[in-house]
């Protein structure tokens, strides 16, 4: 049972950055794809970015784009979520989640989500 665990949410001023942690255990993750999505309130869960584990290729949503970083360490079944220039419209609950296969950016698409993290952005 592939499992998702997030780390690193709170509260940070407008300008600031974070670092979020998705641990992954449970399964083979050589053919998956990591993705982070979030989900402010009232709104829908939104793609943010995606990488996939074997080769680290990535994708990013245009609103974050040149200001976060997705990562993954193979050795520790982890994936990476670094956020720099945060903006309040940034303030969200932020999701890790994993599927099989192509890179994806609608959550349905995913098969495996975290419990979220959230993020709070003070302006």
């Known amino acids: 049972q592939v499992q998702l665990v997030e780390s690193g949410g709170g509260l940070v001023q407008a300008g600031g950055s974070l670092r979020l942690s998705c641990a992954a255990s449970?399964?083979?993750?050589?053919?998956?794809?990591m993705g982070w999505f979030r989900q402010a309130p009232g709104k829908e869960r939104e793609f943010a970015a995606a990488?996939?584990?074997?080769?680290?290729?990535?994708n990013y949503a245009d609103s974050v784009k040149g200001r976060f970083t997705i990562s993954r360490d193979n050795a520790k079944n982890t994936v990476y979520l670094q956020m720099d220039s945060l903006k309040p419209e940034d303030t969200a609950v932020y999701y890790c989640a994993a599927k099989r296969g192509a890179v994806a950016v609608t959550a349905p698409s995913y098969n495996y989500w975290g419990q979220g993290t959230q993020v709070t952005v003070s302006s």
């Open positions: 449970g399964g083979i993750f050589s053919a998956y794809v």
């Open positions: 990488i996939t584990w074997s080769y680290g290729n990535t």
